[in-house]
């Protein structure tokens, strides 16, 4: 049965702009034969005229060269000259609009741009314009499950998956569209988790549907990924063994691999949670993740994919009494002493924190330590701990922390975003990924204003300089169109979200606090007396784990003068204090508060910030789409309710821990 | 398919006797015609004897008159003069047996207690036992849900349905022996929560095999009965209300009734839950308790029916910061103002507890407010909150407690007991019930020990003047055989279990603790801060639940002397001292012990026992079937590590929070 398609295109949902005077460009549009992908920038472009200003530019086939003397309009021709990589040169001059680049990929991202400045009505006269993105790789993680399930997904079921089977059609093309326009160059449609079916997707039952999935993709310049499972070949292979060093499995693995390059030739690759909460990996047949990481790595190397390993891997068995053991640590020393053993079409996944995607956490330490290993950064707009999409949070201002944290691993370009980038060490370029935030909803992202952190984080992976007020602001007016009122009021709640609802939950980057298994609303012991790591150790007197090198050491995993300024209390910075220390509620912080004080103050904070956010968005209802409004009034609603139960919470459980009473006097349960 | 039936006969699994002496009485059973019950009974005699020591009577018809003159043997008939209501009288007298009873069901009662004391090998010469029951209906509630899935069930799935289906087969006819055994008369077969195709039960689609089951329980003097959805007019009937005022919807229950009941003349009736935990009910059309279930009183009485209506009612949504409400008083404020109200075959069932079969609870203050209504006292041998069958937890001392509780309603003949069987108010009898434990597991209970929950629930409820070890030596000689060793092990075992649960989890009456939703395995804040109305109050000076009458008045609920004895902490019982008041940790109990102290004390002797528990048992390794030696064994051994995790939960929560050290110095987290 056919699926209804109902949907929105988020920030390609083209409005008519009633006066356009740059509309005399997109009346021709000249592009180079035989380049799918140019053929699609120009098709975009056609649409979006179409759709804004009743334009159907005639589209008009030219020689691979430009041609000299030419007329007015639009030009979109590769050159060996132009910006590589995935950039391109975007500019107007005689009334011709020409975008140039090295690779058809960069003219499809030029047109997207044009087509942003058109959405924000930006004059187009003596545009000169260049951008070259920073990353090799920009991706998106999905975690759907081949039953339609979404792991840790918050706006619906999958749009790739619906009973064991692979989901083509307009959505699929639709889906392609919006994250083309934003840079993004990889997808691994399936959860990293593979199990029953979804081990079979490398195998000859999906090989039509992958075909035609890759088709589409490749259009928009887009390669396919999948996960793996490391048990294939015992699983699906019938082996008795999945040991990476087993001839019969590195055997299995390159046959395998033949297959699947046999349908999808510019299959990207794959990416691998191995010997993580459960799944299998290397570990159990006593060889490293490089081994394993490796016998991987070869059965892809002739086709020219790569193998994208996860580090996410810690003992999720432990014993809250334990304080010796530190899931902190767990990636670090897993990694660390690997570094230079990857083959070069290896690129080990490092969640940006130590734990796990808290509101706050230091930048993982394996950034900076590994030197010899192309990494990618990954990050999560999937807001699992941060409102789960019912609450907003903008993300942006937390990855831009993240990319520009120096790691001092080099004395210039020791930056996140620098080592990521290949700037840092050149021949270990990476990139970086985001597990997605899509669903089925009719909005793809259930909160309308999600959609700024799946728009943001395409944007910021192409241009990590770009500042993340800059994407806010970009998002706004390719959504609601340039109204002035409407970006100073979305993007002002925008920027305060993240502040906010670190205020209202866990304190100074103890994280965690939350009910089990869902992650959702507080609940401040829900995993002190469990087996996850994850612990705050609160009692009467204060609170935090001691990570300095009288606890667990883990702040003397950081390369100097990190090591340092994390060691201490002092040193150490305040968004961070109950991460790297346990400090007394008595401590006071720069500010002259006690920390017991800055409790209660953020928590009460925290709610007022979210009221006025809902100020702000009723401020502007006349100018917002009635459905649009109307579903993020309601999820506002409930974000200020669940900030309550936050700061009760919170604030209850610690004033009963300490009683110590709110300077101010306010209502404490 | 047909299931494959592998399960033991508990306490009816008949040892060899190398030796009895008293094999002569069971060469001739002489039973009266034309009496199902009766020939029943003569059957397990017969069964018995030839599994116990090669004996196959002869089973001889006489008239119902008892011969005179006869010759050696045993006697089975009624007779107007015997015992009445199930009672029966048991002698020996010239080389015959004799059970006589005024009905058919005192006969079979008395074939078990003569089969029990083969099974003791207690000399039957001279024999002279009477007994009658004390409780006029005695049953068991499964919360069995038709998908085969057990509510609460800790013993495997359902052996009453499955896909949708009743299961009627070997087993059920196994099941009904057993309960029969230990008096049992009433079984409701399904959930309480009564959805989907449990709606159903009462159509049409399931009237054959509910009259196949009726008929194998009615052998054995067992009625059948159904738990019932008070919104079936519109959910089955399609009716648009289900007011119970409504013609419509009287004329509907009168119909349905009249088509159940010529399925199953002998239907005991109906069991309700209703405006409770989301289920429908009278609430919803403003009409009272009264009203719903006197509607459908009227509705069964013309076939003898009842209606059993749970007074589980309370706000589920209820909002932690709020103290004026309390849960404790909801059955109470529902249910006392309706007394004399309801027609006379409404039974209202009443939880033992105010709250929810915590592991220490006051009696529920309904007990004894009540004066003119028929009352069954509700108790749970699924342990839900008692281990969930993989701790050992022998309740029938709990039950004896509460059954000997004076409410103070009369002078004399005023305990909970003597209310419920009719003594204190003879026009308004009752009876117990408990919340079954049993499923498909091999030997019925999960754990070993479990049955004598099972067994000893059905002995209390026939003659509650049994003490608890009497019940627990019967049980265990009836299974094990009567070896003196084991006796005293086992016993022991069970003898201390509640008492080690009591200490090793939530302290002095205080409840929960206990993990959300599956209920099992310690979280001290689990429901602190949760709708359930739950809360345990603990800050940094002390805990538990202000409920005299400076706080929210629960214990004024109850008749003089008891509101005078709960209302001030001097008074109120220890064991359900923080059910009623809030107490400093530095309060000093009767003992000397200062609260904190004792909370500490009783966790690491609570631990302790389990161990004593683990040696008593290893003791009899010997003498126990290896099967059932092992499976003990291994819940043993989780139920040690599980009582160190409350334990080291338990105190490092009560430390952290009140930084008030162990007096002995013992090692807490």
């Given at each position: 049965m056919e699926e209804q398609m109902d949907y929105s295109m988020a920030w390609l949902s083209y409005r008519k702009i009633p006066w356009y005077p740059d509309r005399e460009y997109f009346r021709k549009i000249y592009v180079q034969e035989n380049e799918a992908v140019i053929h699609t920038a120009a098709k975009e472009l056609s649409r979006a005229a179409e759709a804004m200003f009743d334009e159907s530019p005639q589209i008009i086939t030219i020689l691979k060269e430009a041609p000299e003397n030419s007329s007015a309009g639009i030009y979109l021709y590769t050159d060996k000259n132009g910006p590589g990589n995935g950039g391109y040169h975007l500019y107007e001059e005689g009334g011709r609009l020409t975008i140039t680049a090295e690779e058809p990929s960069g003219i499809l991202y030029g047109c997207f741009a044009l087509i942003r400045k058109v959405q924000r009505q930006q004059p187009l006269k003596n545009?000169?314009?260049?951008?070259?993105?920073?990353?090799?790789?920009?991706?998106?993680?999905?975690?759907?499950?081949?039953?339609?399930?979404?792991?840790?997904?918050?706006?619906?079921?999958?749009?790739?998956?619906?009973?064991?089977?692979?989901?083509?059609?307009?959505?699929?093309?639709?889906?392609?569209?919006?994250?083309?326009?934003?840079?993004?160059?990889?997808?691994?449609?399936?959860?990293?988790?593979v199990k029953e079916n979804a081990t079979k997707l490398i195998s000859e039952d999906y090989a039509e549907d992958l075909k035609q999935l890759a088709m589409i993709f490749r259009n928009y310049g887009i390669s396919l990924y999948l996960s793996l499972n490391f048990a294939a070949p015992m699983e699906l292979g019938g082996l008795d063994t999945a040991d990476p060093e087993a001839a019969e499995v590195r055997d299995w693995w390159e046959k395998q691999m033949k297959q699947v390059y046999a349908s999808v030739p510019d299959l990207g690759g794959f990416l691998v949670k191995a010997d993580s909460e459960g799944r299998p990996g290397p570990f159990?047949?006593?060889?490293?993740?490089?081994?394993?990481?490796?016998?991987?790595?070869?059965?892809?190397?002739?086709?020219?994919?790569?193998?994208?390993?996860?580090?996410?891997?810690?003992?999720?068995?432990?014993?809250?009494?334990?304080?010796?053991?530190?899931?902190?640590?767990?990636?670090?020393?897993?990694?660390s002493p690997l570094d230079g053993q990857?083959?070069?079409?290896?690129?080990?996944?490092?969640?940006?924190?130590?734990?796990?995607?808290?509101?706050?956490?230091?930048?993982?330490?394996?950034?900076?330590?590994?030197?010899?290993?192309?990494?990618?950064?990954?990050?999560?707009?999937?807001?699992?701990?941060?409102?789960?999409?019912?609450?907003?949070?903008?993300?942006?201002?937390?990855?831009?922390?993240?990319?520009?944290?120096?790691?001092?691993?080099?004395?210039?370009?020791?930056?996140?975003?620098?080592?990521?980038s290949g700037r840092a060490f050149p021949q270990f370029a990476g990139g970086i990924t985001a597990v997605a935030n899509t669903g089925s909803d009719t909005n793809w992202t259930g909160h309308d204003l999600a959609a700024a952190n799946?728009?943001?984080?395409?944007?910021?992976?192409?241009?990590?300089?770009?500042?993340?007020?800059?994407?806010?602001?970009?998002?706004?007016?390719?959504?609601?169109?340039?109204?002035?009122?409407?970006?100073e009021a979305v993007c002002?709640?925008?920027?305060?979200?993240?502040?906010?609802?670190?205020?209202?939950?866990?304190?100074?980057?103890?994280?965690?606090?939350?009910?089990?298994?869902?992650?959702?609303?507080?609940?401040?012991?829900?995993?002190?007396?469990?087996?996850?790591?994850?612990?705050?150790?609160?009692?009467?007197?204060?609170?935090?784990?001691?990570?300095?090198?009288?606890?667990?050491?883990?702040?003397?995993?950081?390369?100097?003068?990190?090591?340092?300024?994390y060691e201490t209390i002092e040193d150490c910075p305040e968004e961070l204090l109950l991460f790297f220390h346990y400090v007394p509620?008595?401590?006071?912080?720069?500010n002259?508060?006690?920390?017991?004080?800055?409790?209660?103050?953020?928590?009460?904070?925290?709610?007022?910030?979210?009221?006025?956010?809902?100020?702000?968005?009723?401020?502007?209802?006349?100018?917002?789409?009635?459905?649009?409004?109307?579903?993020?009034?309601?999820?506002?609603?409930?974000?200020?309710?669940?900030?309550?139960?936050?700061?009760?919470?919170?604030?209850?459980?610690?004033?009963?821990?300490?009683f110590i009473e709110d300077e101010k006097g306010r209502k404490i349960y």
């Open positions: 545009l000169d314009y260049k951008e070259v993105p920073d990353n090799p790789l920009r991706m998106l993680n999905h975690w759907d499950n081949m039953d339609g399930s979404i792991e840790r997904g918050y706006s619906g079921d999958s749009f790739f998956f619906k009973n064991q089977e692979l989901l083509i059609n307009e959505r699929t093309a639709d889906y392609a569209r919006l994250v083309s326009s934003i840079g993004i160059n990889g997808v691994v449609i399936n959860n990293v988790n159990t047949y006593q060889r490293t993740h490089a081994q394993g990481a490796n016998m991987l790595a070869k059965a892809v190397k002739p086709y020219g994919g790569v193998i994208i390993w996860r580090c996410f891997v810690y003992n999720c068995t432990q014993d809250w009494r334990d304080r010796k053991t530190d899931r902190a640590r767990s990636a670090y020393d897993s990694f990857f083959e070069d079409n290896v690129i080990l996944q490092i969640k940006n924190g130590p734990m796990d995607f808290q509101v706050r956490e230091p930048v993982s330490s394996l950034f900076g330590a590994l030197q010899r290993t192309r990494q990618i950064l990954e990050v999560q707009i999937a807001q699992e701990y941060t409102g789960q999409q019912r609450h907003v949070c903008y993300l942006i201002p937390e990855f831009k922390e993240i990319l520009e944290f120096h790691t001092c691993c080099t004395k210039e370009r020791d930056t996140v975003a620098d080592i990521i799946w728009f943001g984080f395409g944007r910021l992976a192409f241009s990590t300089s770009l500042s993340a007020g800059e994407i806010a602001e970009e998002w706004c007016e390719c959504t609601f169109g340039p109204d002035k009122e409407i970006t002002r709640i925008l920027m305060m979200s993240w502040p906010a609802y670190e205020k209202y939950t866990s304190p100074l980057g103890i994280g965690w606090m939350v009910n089990p298994h869902n992650h959702y609303g507080p609940n401040v012991d829900g995993y002190e007396y469990d087996r996850w790591g994850t612990y705050h150790r609160a009692d009467h007197y204060g609170l935090g784990v001691e990570r300095g090198s009288k606890g667990t050491g883990y702040a003397q995993t950081y390369l100097e003068a990190n090591a340092s300024m509620y008595t401590y006071r912080l720069k002259g508060k006690t920390l017991i004080q800055h409790i209660y103050d953020t928590h009460f904070e925290g709610v007022e910030d979210v009221q006025k956010m809902i100020a702000l968005w009723n401020g502007i209802r006349e100018r917002i789409p009635e459905d649009i409004f109307m579903r993020v009034s309601e999820r506002l609603e409930h974000q200020l309710e669940h900030a309550k139960e936050w700061r009760d919470q919170i604030n209850t459980y610690f004033y009963r821990k300490s």
